[in-house]
């Protein structure tokens, strides 16, 4: 299941990269930038201020907790907007772009405090920049080869997921992690989903296979994850540090947010709240090495799940930004 959930986690990010409309990130990148950075730089500084003087945390675990509390859950993100038809429309593909810089700034800051390189490290890179080049250069020789179309075996998801079980595995060699590299082949990669209506149908077969199989087992390890006794022993801790990410969240994110995507300020900044993958990547690591104890690393799970959970819900429930122009967008995709 631990595996089958690093992988789901893979596929979603590299689904959430492939919906990203790169002419708009282009276009709208100023906006979109400003909205991710201030997204990762406000809560983890919340985060790092509140457990290192206020909860006397050490300084690798407030550094670790405003990490895990910076990021936005690009696993939720992409959820909820494919969901809801979003992710064909300006505001979802803005909020994707968004999601993209503050994970960026989670991953970067994360590697530059604690992740110490080595020999396969540097492997890892290459490798990762080399696939990413020849993927995005040359895959049409398999989505446009006519002997390859319309097979039962499905080769084209094949070729797919070789691609991010490559990644993997030099990413535990390196001791890093595949999320970015395989966001950033998706985001590269997307141009050859829209060129024809064949690669549109690979894109979606290869996101059924990933929400009906791997993504639930992806957040049935993330609630395995904790430890139910340890939250309530420490309930208190776990509140502030919830209202923390999503306070700090919104100071960040919804001017910026209501600026920006008028449309759909108050649902951006609200799915802009969620947290999970790259934040338990934080604490896994702070685990594993020693700069967290299992009370903070179940409260940090705790909250991330919650944070999953409870904006995502209220964004859905209650600020769905379905209006004239994005219902235009997505009946134009819907008839072609």
């Given at each position: 299941?631990?595996?089958l959930?690093?992988?789901?986690?893979?596929?979603?990010?590299?689904?959430?990269?492939?919906?990203?409309?790169?002419?708009l990130?282009?276009?709208?990148?100023?906006?979109?930038?400003?909205?991710?950075?201030?997204?990762?730089?406000?809560?983890?500084a919340?985060?790092?201020?509140?457990?290192?003087?206020?909860a006397d945390?050490?300084?690798?675990?407030?550094?670790?907790?405003?990490?895990?509390?910076?990021?936005?859950?690009?696993?939720?993100?992409?959820s909820?907007?494919?969901?809801?038809?979003?992710?064909k429309?300006?505001?979802g593909?803005?909020?994707?772009?968004?999601t993209?810089?503050?994970?960026?700034?989670t991953?970067?800051?994360?590697s530059?405090?604690?992740?110490?390189?080595?020999?396969?490290?540097?492997?890892?890179?290459?490798?990762?920049?080399?696939?990413?080049?020849?993927?995005?250069?040359f895959?049409h020789?398999?989505?446009?080869?006519?002997?390859?179309?319309?097979?039962?075996?499905?080769?084209?998801?094949?070729?797919i997921?070789?691609?991010?079980?490559?990644?993997?595995?030099?990413?535990?060699?390196?001791?890093?992690?595949?999320?970015?590299?395989?966001?950033?082949?998706?985001?590269?990669?997307?141009?050859?989903?829209?060129?024809?209506?064949?690669?549109?149908?690979?894109?979606?077969?290869?996101?059924?296979?990933a929400?009906?199989?791997?993504?639930?087992?992806?957040?049935?390890?993330?609630?395995?994850?904790?430890?139910?006794?340890?939250?309530?022993?420490?309930?208190?801790?776990?509140?502030?540090?919830?209202?923390?990410?999503?306070?700090?969240?919104?100071?960040?994110?919804?001017?910026?947010?209501?600026?920006?995507?008028?449309?759909?300020g108050?649902?951006?900044?609200?799915?802009?709240?969620?947290?999970?993958?790259?934040?338990?990547?934080?604490?896994?690591?702070?685990?594993?090495?020693?700069?967290?104890?299992?009370?903070?690393?179940?409260?940090?799970?705790?909250?991330?799940?919650?944070?999953?959970?409870i904006?995502?819900?209220?964004?859905?429930?209650?600020?769905?930004?379905?209006?004239?122009?994005?219902?235009?967008?997505?009946?134009?995709?819907?008839?072609?």
């Open positions: 299941m631990i595996y959930s690093g992988l789901g986690g893979i596929v979603l990010t590299f689904l959430a990269g492939a919906e990203i409309d790169t002419r990130m282009k276009e709208k990148f100023k906006q979109s930038f400003l909205i991710g950075l201030f997204s990762f730089l406000t809560p983890f919340g985060g790092f201020l509140y457990t290192y003087y206020l945390w050490s300084l690798q675990a407030s550094l670790i907790a405003g990490i895990a509390l910076s990021e936005t859950s690009l696993a939720v993100v992409y909820a907007l494919v969901e809801t038809d979003l992710s429309t300006e505001t593909k803005m909020l994707m772009a968004a993209f810089i503050t994970n960026t700034g991953a970067l800051v994360l530059i405090l604690f992740i110490n390189p080595t020999l396969y490290t540097f492997i890892f890179i290459v490798v990762s920049i080399i696939i990413i080049i020849v993927a995005t250069n895959s020789y398999v989505f446009d080869n006519p002997r390859l179309k319309n097979k039962v075996i499905e080769p084209e998801i094949k070729y997921l070789l691609l991010l079980l490559v990644f993997i595995y030099f990413a535990n060699l390196g001791e890093g992690h595949a999320i970015l590299p395989a966001f950033v082949l998706g985001l590269l990669m997307s141009k050859h989903f829209t060129e024809t209506s064949e690669t549109k149908a690979v894109k979606g077969r290869l996101r059924t296979v929400f009906a199989v791997i993504t639930p087992i992806f957040f049935i390890v993330a609630g395995i994850k904790v430890l139910l006794s340890l939250i309530i022993s420490a309930f208190g801790l776990f509140a502030v540090l919830f209202v923390v990410k999503q306070l700090s969240k919104f100071i960040g994110v919804c001017f910026l947010a209501k600026r920006y995507i008028p449309n759909g108050v649902y951006t900044t609200l799915l802009m709240s969620t947290g999970l993958t790259f934040g338990l990547i934080a604490i896994v690591f702070g685990l594993h090495s020693g700069f967290i104890n299992h009370m903070q690393y179940s409260v940090l799970t705790g909250v991330l799940i919650a944070s999953a959970v904006p995502t819900f209220i964004a859905q429930k209650w600020f769905m930004p379905v209006h004239s122009e994005d219902l235009v967008d997505i009946n134009q995709e819907n008839e072609k």
